[in-house]
């Protein structure tokens, strides 16, 4: 099955199928992949007149498929939210869709290109729909890119723009955005009108411009690990400020805690960043700062960090503490930890 | 002239004057610099940060008439009719009262028509999380592609509530809690251009209490004005809140200090007096400690608030005095307290109880606490109590039967014990539970009889049993047997037989004059 981003990538050099049916949870992707199909696709000029769009699973669009183009080139006919995908015994409209569009792939239009756009973000292998498709690789599915292809994204877009995104400010928002290219989008286009007329864009104008929120967590981690009490107290505030959920921090500091466990037994092994990066599915320089982190904290401390946010978490939820108090004693003691390491 | 609140005559006019968002004003700015408005903008974030009047400064900077670097420019017909609100192109809309798909339908049949007298239509929703998922799913399309002549701000303060198809349409900016300091700088500015008499150190109290927020500020500053001529002092900013002054935590830590359950007894004596809010004091506390803690892990670095260095020296001199494992179980026991109160409402007991046993950490025939087991080996023991001010603790032989309070507070360790393992079913269970010794050495749980539900379930439940045996063995140090009844199956205490001894009846014959009159 081929995946957008690739796709995405050799459109341009490649021939375009008469059917695509697209799935996944990434809809920037979806969107840019459609936009591209109709690039390609679509004669320019005549886009106003060969690109038509219909909402659900019509028949009125295969009768559209087959009808000649205006002008030059093809038509491109979108289907969106269509339920081609869909299941179940008694889906009946589903039923209906998929035969539909079994008996247009055995005998496609060549005027026309088909793009199928299904709001599921995973197409399942039973059903005999989803196994012709494959074959005729014609699904597409619009998964959730790699940190390194949301970085390039990031890249390419800030470059659309005139602009130069540093690496670490790249890596900074696509954390943040946790690879969602259209929040990325948005956070640049905010980033980008806080530097104004500024080409580079650098990771303190992103800190700066507040881009990427949640990305502080991170930051808050690493003073932590690092028994940096000062620097914790104050992204601790800060976070605290922006209007973060105490209970949000506590489950953020234990999912970065639990990496830094990981990566403590991965390094225990004998394990290289790189390969660190490939078991735990992070990127090499976010692998360089765990195996850095978890080797300044120690992985003797790391049940009784967890222990401390286990009784915090227990605190805010049965609301035997205030949760602010509760998140605070938390990171004081996770502080302590390391101090009473040295 | 109508009076006009200080928040609402001290609303800024232009974005260089809006405090504490300037992340958000430079964006805007260049925004409007560079004509790259986006069609809909969502402006997130606690109350009284901003977002109304950011979003107030938009519509106007969008029809303002002068140059695009100048905008608002706060001069022109746009701008001032915007400001008075009376301009037809700026519509604010409450979405907390106009939350059905019928307002929005309306709003989306308005958008069509092109603005009456200036740029662009401004639609302004205000706590937009409010709205019907019908009424989101009605504005959804119109969001998408709205036409070129309309702007809009959504505002909420929980923007989690917003559907992702919503939020992914605007322009997403987070307000954030304002800066003490920066609130106490607003303050201040505004103090002068009144020529009121305000000491530093009650806006500093002002700006704290608002927890960010510069309209709770603003509006705390109002009715502090309001209370009459002369200088406001601190004091009357606290009385106003009803808080309790710094030297009331001062000398209750002073009182931690030294173990002299005396003086703060007396303390407590006084803030009883004083008619304060006993909730308040304990938040109020805890903070105070938790600056002791602070300056105590970072020295003088410490992130307090130290708007007078004699309150950092004061500060500095407990840090020195009382341990840190001490400081963290304070903490933990004024937290729980506050909970307590706010569920019972019991103040002045629940307080009072804690902050004795902290003065006294070694509860008598408890022995000593024993810390944690994953920071044991780093904690300071405590060291043994010395009570100036009480009596000596006393030694009970397990073999003789507790006291009547003796065994409330028995029984208030083995509630403790049973929330601290976690246990919190058999709490709750066994929360409407009234104690006492039966004639043949069993503990008596008995429940009154709006309770039923709580007792079938103790008495059924025999993983509760194994659960509550437990915790008395911890607690008395020997098995307890117990035993559950109903109100009319309780007997009588033992040691109660004359009902005169009972200090509830002895203190209710002597308030009213009455006497016992035996029932049938």
Redesign the interface.
Known sequence: MPRAMELLRSMERQTVRPVYVLFGPE?RLRDALIDAICRVVVEPGWEEMNVVKFSGDPPECYLMCRTPPFGRGRRVVLCMDSQVLGGGRKDTAAAQAQDLLLRYLAQPSPYSCLVISCPVDRADQRLRVVRLLEEAETLVECGMPSTTEAMKWATEYAAGRGKRLAKDAAAYIVEGCQRRL??VE?EL??LM??A?DTKQLTLQEAR???AA?GVQVFELTDAVTAGN??QA??VL?KL????EAPAMIVFMLARQLRLLWQTARLSAQGKRPATVAGILKVPVFVAGRLVEGAATIGQARL??AF??LLEAD??IK?????ER??V??AT??L???RV?RQ | MAYTALYREWRPQSFSEVVGQHHISRTLLNALKHDQVSHAYLFSGPRGTGKTTVAKLLAKAVNCLAAPGDRPCNACPACNSITAGVSVDVQEMDAASNRGIDEIRDLRDRVRYLPVEYRKKVYIIDEVHMLTEPAFNALLKTLEEPPKHVLFILATTEPHKLPATIVSRCQRFDFHRLDIKLITDRLQQVVQARGANVTPAALWTMAKASEGAMRDALSLLDQCLAMGAGVVDVGEVQGMLGQAGEDAFEDICRALVDRDLGRLVRRLEAITAAGQDWRQLTLGLSQYLRDILLVKLCGAEAPVDAHDPARLDVLGHFAQALPESQLYQALETLAGVEEAIRRTGRGRLLLELALIKLAAPVFPGEGVPVPPPEVAQDREVPKAPIPTGGTPPRETPPSVRPARDDLQCKWEAVMDRLKKSRQMSVHATLQPVRVAWGEDENLQLVYAREYDFHKSRMEQDAACHRVLEAALREVFGRPVTFKISGEEGMQAPAGSCDPKADPVVKLALELFDGEIIKGT
């Open positions: 809809h259209g929040d948005q286009d905010k009108l806080y104004g700066a411009a507040g929120r009490e000062g107290w104050s505030q605290l400020r922006q209007g049940p009784a222990r401390i227990v605190a049965t609301g035997q503490m205030h108090q509760a605070e004693l004081l003691k502080c302590r930890l009473q």
